[in-house]
């Protein structure tokens, strides 16, 4: 059984960087995309940042230049830097397995002073 386990969220000040983890366990398949999805408060889910197997990638404009996906076997972090408030939201992991999709736990990102 395939489970996503995430990491690294938190309270950051404005300005402040972040790392969140995403460990991929029980998977005997190559994993053919990893991504970051977030929720904030009274806001519809949107994707972060994606990273295919090719290694195309993917980023929301406003996260551009700021934030950093990478991935490898079995993990994909999002580098977060220079936050700012409306980054605010919880984090989804999210893999593709073959024909089926994945979604870790949720990890909270609050950004205030």
């Known amino acids: 059984q395939v489970q996503l386990v995430e990491s690294g969220g938190g309270l950051v000040q404005p300005g402040g960087s972040l790392r969140l983890s995403c460990n991929v366990a029980?998977?005997?398949?190559?994993?053919?995309?990893m991504a970051w999805y977030r929720k904030g408060p009274e806001k519809e889910r949107e994707l972060v940042a994606s990273?295919?197997?090719?290694?195309k990638i993917y980023y929301l404009d406003s996260v551009k230049g700021r934030f950093t996906v990478s991935s490898d076997t079995a993990k994909t972090e999002l580098q977060m830097n220079n936050v700012k408030p409306e980054d605010t939201a919880v984090y989804y992991c999210?893999?593709?397995?073959?024909?089926?999709?994945?979604w870790g736990q949720g990890t909270q990102v609050t950004v205030s002073s």
């Open positions: 990273i295919g197997s090719s290694g």
């Open positions: 029980g998977s005997n398949f190559d994993i053919d995309r």
């Open positions: 999210f893999v593709v397995i073959g024909w089926r999709d994945y």
